[in-house]
């Protein structure tokens, strides 16, 4: 593969390859001096159109200590604003010559449409509600580590699936690791015909957590309930919200994720969020800095081979 735009379209050992790939910068990571300079003099553009804190922060780290010069496009400020498009934005980034861009985008296709305008390999840094492919490869790297394993785990993701692009990578990634995936939420954010994922369909909390290895919790996405169905937060939370007590009783056992940004007291209370033990949400995090690395490293690596200096 050229590119990165979904977890759609890769095979199983493709996956794990990338996993095994991560554990190496997860070690150097945690080490004092963090840089291995093997994609020094290449060029990486971070173009979020998106607000971001962990994926823009994490590409950004990820490629530096890969050796890269690093350029966030600061959209706000950028020409974007004057009405270029985002096929003109992106001929204009790849006139510059860079060795890997990385996108987020409102619009579900922006990463495929971009990747096919430019030169380089392109990352997809989640785009509208259709791909976070770097999400679900730091979710199952965090469940790997955890667990011991990902294949017939149980884990049950919970919220507001219709609008994201985190469930739906996670469901291909998990469901072809031959893990168990289960989706629960109220039935209007929920996507008619899920089941077709792979996916078993919960709109009852306490039925679909029963038991499981993983419980994922999901942002209510507001921003993306365009004329549509807005739960109100406190009913949300008293039907929908995970809490110790309600993990303690159906999922004794279970890791408790969530992709973050939280919105605490709605999806997830704190008491749960901060849970030192059962909580997997900084790990997330971290593992989100290797998958990254990974990703740039191998995503570089054909044309670094072409050039006879990988
Ligand atoms: N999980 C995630 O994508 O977080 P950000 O929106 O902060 O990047």
Redesign the pocket.
Known sequence: HRHLTGIYGLQPHEILFLLDEAEQWVTLNRATAKHDERLFGLTQINAFFE??????LSFEIAGKRLGMDVVNMAVAQSSVKKGETLIDTAVTLNAMRPDVIVIRHESSGASQLIAEKVDCPVLNA?DGRHE?PT?ALLDALTIRRRRGRIENQVVAICGDVLHSR?ARSNILCLTALNAEVRVVGPPTLLPRDIERMGVKVFTNLEDGIRDADVVMALRLQTERMHGGFIPSPREYHALYGLTPERIDRLAPGALVMH???MNRGVEITSALADDAVRSAITEQVEMGVAVRMACLDVLTRRRRKVEGWA
């Open positions: 607000n971001s804190t962990r994926t823009l989640g976070h999400q985190v992709p973050g940004p």
